[in-house]
Every structure is written in structure tokens, then in C-alpha cells.
């Protein structure tokens, strides 16, 4: 598998297609920064693919192609802020996204449902490195390449979403 820089060095080369692998890396992150901002499954999927032809445009102007990922996070939370611009009544932010659950129905549970909506209150930079790690599946060094912030604090910044989600959660649950 080839690295990101010599992913876009390839693209940047004229094949086109390999940007794919890039798309297929970054999803996951790229979907999960716009839930993270809009609270929202669909308006995020129409930023996500927003953000991905926003960088095959832009990828030219990548000074450093090893930082594609934290480049196309950017990308994503600057799209997602230019989306609630864009169209602020068309927007229901704080809805419950329909995201696959364990169930046979592909609906959350209950206590889905309510770990998820504490998920969705928390500060932005939290819930941004809650959505990265625990939904799109990130190690604490690739959120920190992605945001541009050290190992350290994005740890801190979990621990701190965790124990805000604790007490919530233990404030609903009877």
C-alpha cells in the first residue's frame, strides 16, 4: 500500500484513479469531522463529498503531500462550516444520524440512541476527536496527524469527552 505522499504524487503524475485510495483512506475521518460539526448523517455525506472534489481540485496546492490527512480534515470542517452558512434553514442540526447498528433492523437501541445524543453535545473539539476515534476507528497518532495537535492532547481531550459522557449518561440511565 502506498503512502499518502506517494498516493498524491501518483494523482498529481495523471492517474487520476488513485485517488481513489485516498477517498477509500479518508472517509471514514473526512465523514466523521462533518457529523462532528453538522449533527447531521445526510448533510455530512453532502459535505463529505464536497470536501473529496475539493481536494482533487485543490491537490496541486499541497505543499506537503505527506499531510494529506490532516489537510482533507481541514477541508472537511471548513466545508461543513460553509454547508450551515450555505443553507442554515434547511438545516435540523442535532438530529440522530442513522449510523449501523449491531441490530438485525440497522436501528440503534435505546441506549445507542441516548449514547449517541451525549456524543452530539459535547464541546466541538471533543466530540470531533470522539467521532474520529470511536466512529471512524483512528489511532490517537492518526487523529493527531489529522488535526495538527500533539498525541497528548488529543488524549486529554478524549478522557475529558469520556468523563462528560459518563456523567451524562449516568444522569439518563434510571
Known amino acids: 500500500m502506498r503512502s499518502d505522499a506517494e498516493t498524491v504524487e501518483v494523482v498529481l503524475a495523471g492517474q487520476r484513479e488513485a485517488f481513489a485510495d485516498l477517498v477509500r483512506r479518508y472517509e ?3 465523514h466523521a469531522v462533518a457529523m462532528g460539526v453538522l449533527c447531521n448523517h445526510h448533510a455530512a455525506q453532502d459535505v463529505c463529498q464536497e470536501t473529496f ?10 505543499r506537503q503531500p505527506s499531510s494529506f490527512g490532516s489537510w482533507i480534515v481541514r477541508i472537511a470542517r471548513n466545508q461543513a462550516l460553509i454547508f450551515i452558512q ?3 434553514t434547511e438545516q435540523p442540526l442535532g438530529e440522530l444520524p442513522e449510523v449501523p ?15 449517541l445524543a451525549a456524543v452530539m453535545e459535547l464541546p466541538v473539539h471533543e466530540r470531533a476527536v470522539v467521532m474520529l476515534r470511536y466512529f471512524a476507528g483512528h489511532s490517537l497518532e492518526q487523529i493527531s496527524e489529522m488535526t495538527g ?6 488524549g ?9 459522557l459518563r456523567e451524562r449518561i449516568e444522569g439518563v440511565t434510571p
Open 28 to 30: 471514514g475521518a473526512v
Open 53 to 62: 472534489v475539493a481536494a482533487y481540485k485543490g491537490l496541486a496546492t499541497l
Open 86 to 88: 450555505r443553507k442554515p
Open 101 to 115: 447498528a449491531h441490530q438485525g433492523n440497522g436501528r440503534l437501541d435505546e441506549s445507542a440512541q441516548h449514547l
Open 149 to 154: 495537535r500533539s498525541v497528548g492532547t488529543i
Open 156 to 164: 486529554a481531550q478524549l478522557h475529558r469527552a469520556r468523563a462528560r
